[in-house]
C-alpha cells in the first residue's frame, strides 16, 4: 500500500468506528455513556480551543470556561421562551463564534504584556467576573435570569427535526443522544481540521515561536501583538461554538455549569493529553469526561469484588481516583500522555 | 387564646380554598385484580436518589439519601405484595455533584437502568433540567427538596414536590416578619443561589406589602464566610430584622458576626437555615432568632420522635436538613406503587397526582402542577440551644374534605390538634391566619 | 464615619488572613517559580487537625490558650510533613519538566487533600469551640474583637520575620541562591532540595497557623474551606507581587480592604446599579488594573523579559 491509500483506509477506519461508537456503546452500555460520549465531544471541542492558546501560543489562561458561558447564553437568550426569541441553531451558532472571539479580543488586548503566572490570574479573574455577571444581571433588568438559569430553550434542530426526539429510520429507531453525538462529532471533527490547518500554517507557527520565545519571536518580524490577539479569538471562538452546542443539547443553562474547576478541567485535558499535539488533546478530552464516569460505575463493585463489600462511597472514590490519576499521568509522563514530537525531543534532551 | 375561634379560622381558609378550586377529584382507577400467580421471584422496584454527595453540599445530600433509604427499608420491612407477588424496593443512589451536567448524566442513567420512579436531586439546578429528561421517558420524580417554583411550572406531567416552594415560604415568612415579629424595617441578604435568592426575592415583596420598608437589599454567595463587610452597611441603616436567604454554613458565621458588630435586629432564617448545625455553628449567637421549615415539626408528628431515633441509630448522625422530606418523598412514591398495585412508571404516574400521605414533615397532597397543597409552614425560635415550634401557618386538609367524608374527619381532627398546638405554643394572631386565608383565595386558580 | 472604621477593621482583619496565607503561596513561589495550588488545602488540613486536638483537650477542661497552642503544634507538624511529602511526591520529580505539569499534579494533590479530608472528617461543618477571646471592643464606635487583633498581629509578626530569615540567616542566603539558580547554588555548596523541601515545611507550618486562626475566627471548618481561601490568598499574592514577601501582605491586606469596602461602598457608588454581588468582580478589577499599569504586581521585581 501506498501513502495515500494508507491515508485514505486510516480515514475510512476512523470515520467508521465513530460512526458505529454510539451503537456499539449503547448497545453494550446503555444510552449514559453515549451521552458521556456527548459530553466527551463537547470537551474535545473546548480542549482544541484552549489548545490555540495554551499549547499553540503558550498563553496559560485559566478563565477559558467564560467563552463557553458566552456562547451557551447566547444560545439560551436567543433560542428559549426567556425573550420570547426562537433563532435556529444554525444562525446562533456562528454568531455565538464570532462574539466569544470579541470577548477573547475583549480578554487579549489588555493583557499582552502579562506573562506566564501574572497572566493566569488575570483570565481567572476574568473569568470569575463573566460569571459573577451571568449570576448577577436579573436586576435591575433580567437579562440572565441570574442564578435561576434559563430553562426550556430550544433543542438544536436540522431540517426542522429536533436532535433531542428520536427519529425512525428504516424501522431503526435513533434516540435523540445518538444524534446529537454525530453533530457533535461532525463538529468536532470539522474543529479538528481546522486546528491542523491552523497548526500547520503561517500564524500556527508564528503562535510557536511566540510561545518558545516571544522576543526572538518579535525579532523575527512577528507582530507579536496581533498573533497573540489571534490565538484569543481562535480559541474562544471554539469555545463559543462548544457553549452554544451544551446550551442546546442541555436546554437549561445556568451560571453554576461555568465555575473555575470546568476552566481547570479544560486545562486538565489540554496538559494531561499533550500540550500543542492535536491527537494528544483528543485523548486528553477523551479520557477526563469518560475516567470521572468509569469511577462511578466501577468503584463500588470493584470493591465488592476485592474486598467482599464496599468499604468506601463510590462517590468519595472516584474524585480521589481522579486526583491520584491527575499525579500519576504527570509523574510518568510529564509532556501528556500524548506529546509531539518536538515535545518529547526537548524532553529527552533535559533529561541526558 | 380563643381555640375554637381560631379552628373556624382555619375552616374559612379550608372553605375558601375548597370554592376556589373547585375542579378536582379525578375518576378512581380501576384497581387491577388479577390473579396472584403461584411463588414467584420478588418484583424489584428501583428508585433513582440523586443529591450532591461531594463538594460543599454533601452534607446535605448524604442526609437526603439517608432519608430516602429509611423509606425504602420500611417499605421492605412491611412485606408489601402486588398481585401476591412480593416487592423489593431497591435504591439507586447517584452522586451529581449539585451540577447540572451531572446531573443529566444521572438522569440518563436512571433512564437507561429503567428506574421506577426517582427522589430528586436536591438542588433546583440539578432539578429542572433533569425533570425534561424523566419527563421525555416518563418516569415519576419527586423531589424533596427542590423549591425554585420553575420546576413545577415547565408543565411536566412527571414532576412533584413534597416542599413548600418559594414562594409560598417566601410570603408566609415575609407577613410573619410584619404581623408577629412587628417588623417596620427589614434587610435582606441572599446568597444569590437560585434558592437563596428565590426565596429573599419573594419574603420582600410579601413584606413590602404587609407594609414593611425595606432598608438594605445585599448578597453574599454560597461559598463566603466573612460577611462583616455587608453586615456593617446594614447596621448603618439600623433595620428591625434581617432575612436571610440562604444555607446554614452561611447563615450560622453570618448570625456571629452580627454579634460581635453588636447589631440587635433579630435575624430570621428560612428553611436552608432551619438545622441543628446553625445552632451547633453558632453557638450563644443563635439565641433568639427564627427560621421557618415547610411542614409540620416532625417531633410532634405521629412517627416523628421515632423517625428521628431511627434515622440516629441507622446512620450514626443527625438529621441535618431534608432528611425527613426525602423520606416522605420515598414514601409517596412507595404508596403510589402500593395503590397502583404496579411497578409501570406510567401506572404509578397515574396515582401520584392522588397522593393523599401523612408524612414526617406534613400531610401530602400535591395540586394540579405537582406542587404540595397549601403546604404548613412551621417557625421556630432558638432557644437554649434549640430550634423551638412557635406557630404553624396554613396547612392542606380542605379539597380532601369534600372529596371524601370520611377522609375529613381526620383532616379536621388533624387540625384541631394543630391549632391546638399553635395554641399551646403562643401567639399566632388569629388576624395573621385569617388574613392569610383571604390572601390564599383569589390566588388559587 | 464609625461605619467606615468598622469597614476599615473589617478589611484589614479579612486581609490579614489572606496575606498569611498568601505568605505560603509566595514563599514556594519566590524560591521554585512554582504555584503550589494545593497550598489552600494544607490550611484545611491544619484547621481540622488542629480542631480533632481541641475537641477533646476543651473537653477535659484545660484553659482554652494552652489547647490552641497545643493544637497549633500538633497541626503545624502534620501540616509540615504533609508539605515535605506534597513536595516529595507531586513537585520534586517534576523539577525540569514542562511548566504546567507541576500546575497540573498540584490540582491533583489539591483534590486528594480535599477527598481524603471528606472521608477523614466527614462531610459536616464542624463548630470550633470559641477558646480563643472574642470578644467585642468599641474603638471610635467600631467593633473590633481581641482574635481580629491577634490575627492581624500575628500576620504581621510572621511576615516580618520571613523577611528576617531570607535577608539574615544562613538559610535565607540559601534560598536565595536557590531561587537564583538551583544549579549555582549547588555548585556552591547549596543542598537545593533540602532548601526547598524546607521552603515548603516552612510554608506548610504557616498554613497550619493561618487554619488555625481562620478556622477560630469564623468557627467554623470544612473539608471544602480551603479552596476559596486558597483562590482568594493566591489572587493577594499576585497583587503584591508573588514571589516578594512584603508583597504578599500588602497584596492580602489591599484585597481584603478593597473587598469590604467594595462590599460597603459600591452599591452608593454606582447609584444603587451594582451591589455587594458585585464585589469579586470589583477586587478582580482592581487587580487586572494594577497589573496592566504594573505587570508584576504592586511589589514584585520587574522580571526580565525571559522569566
Known sequence: MDQKTKAYAGTFLIAAVLAVAPFAVGGAFGNTWVRVLDYAALYIILALGLNIVVGFAGLLDLGYIAFYAVGAYLYALLASPHFGLHWPAWAILPLGACVAGLFGVLLGAPTLRLRGDYLAIVTLGFGEIIRIFMNNLNAPINITNGPKGIARIDAISIAGQPLSKAIEIAGLKIPGVYLYYYLFVVLALGIVFVSIRLQDSRIGRAWVAIREDEIAAKACGIDTRNVKLLAFAMGASFGGVAGGLFAGFQEFVSPESFGLMESVMVLCMVVLGGMGHIPGVILGGLLLTVLPEAFRHGAGPAQQALFGKVLLDPESLRMLLFGIALIAVMLYRPAGLWPDARHRREMAEKKS | MNVPAKALSLSVLAALAVMACGKEAPPPPAPAASAPPAAQPPLVVKIGHSAPLTGPQAHIGKDNENGARLALEDANAAKIKIDGRDVTFELVPEDDQADPKQGNLVAQKFVDAKVNAVVGHLNSGTTIPASKLYADAGIPQVSPSATNPQYTNQGFKTAFRVMANDEQQGKVLGEYAVNNLKAKTVAVIDDKTAYGEGVAHEFLKSAVAAGAKVVAEEHTDDKAVDFKAILTKIKGKKPDLIFYGGMDPQAAPMAKQMKQLGIKAKYLLADGGCTAEFIKNAGDAAEGHYCSLPGIPYEKMPGGPKFIERYKAKFNADIQLYGPYAYDAAMVVIEAVKRAQSADPAKILAELPKTDFQGVTTRILFDEKGDLKDGAITLYVAKGGKWEPLDTIGGATAPAAEAKPAEAMGGMTGMQGMAGMAGINGMTGMTGIAAEATKLAPEKK | ?307
Not at chain 3, 490540582?107 to 480563643?132: E, T
Not at chain 3, 497583587?239 to 491586606?253: E, K, Q, R, S
Not at chain 3, 480592604?257 to 461602598?265: R, V, W
Not at chain 3, 451594582?274 to 504592586?298: E, K, M, T, W
Open chain 3, 1 to 307: 464615619m464609625d461605619i467606615l472604621l468598622q469597614q476599615i477593621f473589617n478589611g484589614l482583619t479579612l486581609g490579614s488572613i489572606y496575606a498569611l496565607v498568601a505568605l505560603g503561596y509566595t514563599m514556594v513561589y519566590g524560591i521554585m517559580g512554582l504555584i503550589n495550588f494545593a497550598h489552600g488545602e494544607v490550611v484545611m488540613v491544619g484547621a481540622l487537625v488542629a480542631l480533632s486536638v481541641m475537641k477533646p483537650l476543651a473537653a477535659a477542661g484545660l484553659p482554652g490558650p494552652l489547647v490552641v497552642l497545643v493544637a497549633l503544634l500538633v497541626a503545624a507538624l502534620v501540616c509540615m510533613a504533609l508539605g515535605f511529602t506534597i513536595e516529595r511526591v507531586a513537585y520534586r520529580p517534576l523539577r525540569n519538566a514542562p511548566r504546567l505539569a507541576p500546575l497540573i499534579t498540584a490540582i491533583g494533590v489539591s483534590i486528594v487533600l480535599q477527598q481524603l479530608a471528606m472521608l477523614i472528617w466527614g462531610r459536616s461543618y464542624h463548630a470550633v469551640p470559641p477558646l480563643l477571646p472574642a470578644e467585642s471592643h468599641e474603638v471610635l464606635g467600631a467593633q473590633i474583637t481581641e482574635l481580629q487583633l491577634i490575627i492581624m498581629l500575628v500576620a504581621a509578626l510572621t511576615m516580618a520575620g520571613l523577611i528576617l530569615l531570607v535577608n539574615r540567616t544562613k538559610l535565607g542566603r540559601a534560598m536565595r541562591a536557590t531561587a537564583e539558580n538551583p544549579a549555582i547554588a549547588g555548585l556552591m555548596g547549596v543542598d537545593a532540595n533540602r532548601i526547598i523541601a524546607l521552603t515548603f515545611i516552612i510554608g506548610s507550618a504557616l498554613a497550619a497557623l493561618a487554619g488555625v486562626l481562620v478556622s477560630a475566627n469564623y468557627g467554623i471548618a470544612h473539608y471544602h474551606m480551603g479552596f476559596i481561601l486558597g483562590l482568594k490568598a493566591f489572587t493577594a499574592a499576585v497583587l503584591g507581587g508573588i514571589g516578594n514577601l512584603a508583597g504578599a501582605m500588602v497584596g492580602g491586606v489591599l484585597l481584603g480592604l478593597i473587598e469590604a469596602l467594595g462590599a460597603g461602598y459600591i452599591g452608593d457608588l454606582t447609584g444603587g446599579i451594582l451591589g455587594s454581588h458585585y464585589q469579586d468582580v470589583f477586587a478582580f478589577f482592581v487587580l487586572i488594573v494594577v497589573l496592566i499599569f504594573r505587570p508584576s504586581g504592586l511589589m514584585g521585581e520587574k522580571v526580565s523579559e525571559r522569566a
